[in-house]
């Protein structure tokens, strides 16, 4: 029990410290908002990918999803964390950010499967901050989808940026926890692929925080 306690600890205040350093490097360099925002997504999402190898309860992942979600969502009208709040839209991503993991790191340790919580945890880690940066900062030959005459948020690169790194991700995550390549692995990666980026195409807010996780997860308990 100590043990898990010290360990929570050191993960506190690591992620304390990566907060500190994207505030520190906003406000020196001058970055933008939602390149600095999408860095810490990145980092914070990717340490916690070691959570079902060294927490053997929920309730130490609860506790530091409730205080990075206090953290988060106090600062938000404050002069503290511009680094995660400047941004030129209403969002409540980083907020449900804390919540996803969390869920996500209790359903698979109910379901006894360290796999349910690393691959959608990956995917959100990675394809969603590269699809949100490509579809923001690449202007030419890219265009905001249109679904019955109604233009979305999401843009055709971005949206095909998510598709292909979500595809390769699963591909290589199934082969591994196979250790074999077939037909049942190739079309369980597109369906993970297709379904993530379709509940990040729907989402709205930022609420694909915790849509992508969630759908990739509900996919692996039907698929696998």
């Not at 304390?16 to 939602?34: A, I």
């Not at 030959?141 to 390769?168: A, D, M």
């Not at 079309?187 to 930022?206: N, P, R």
Request: glycine share 4%.
């Amino acid at each position: 029990m100590e043990k898990q306690i010290g360990i929570t600890i050191v993960f506190l205040v690591a992620i304390l410290l990566l907060l500190v350093f994207n505030e520190m490097v906003y406000r020196k360099f001058k970055v933008k908002g939602e390149i600095t925002r999408k860095t810490a997504h990145f980092l914070a999402t990717m340490t916690t990918i070691s959570f079902p190898f060294i927490f053997r309860s929920h309730w130490h992942v609860l506790i530091l999803a409730i205080i990075f979600f206090m953290l988060l969502f106090l600062s938000r009208n404050k002069k503290h964390l511009k680094s995660i709040h400047d941004i030129n839209r209403v969002s409540v991503g980083s907020y449900l950010l804390p919540v996803a993991i969390y869920l996500t790191f209790l359903i698979s340790k109910l379901l006894e499967d360290n796999f349910l919580f690393i691959l959608p945890i990956l995917i959100l880690a990675i394809c969603d901050p590269l699809a949100g940066i490509l579809g923001m900062n690449t202007k030419q030959y890219n265009y905001r989808i249109k679904i019955f005459n109604r233009t979305l948020e999401k843009t055709w690169l971005g949206s095909g940026s998510f598709f292909v790194t979500s595809f390769t991700i699963s591909i290589i995550a199934l082969y591994f926890r196979q250790i074999s390549f077939d037909l049942k692995t190739f079309w369980l990666a597109f369906i993970i692929a297709l379904v993530g980026t379709l509940a990040e195409l729907i989402s709205w807010k930022g609420s694909d925080n915790l849509f992508i996780p969630m759908s990739v997860l509900l996919v692996l308990v039907i698929g696998l």
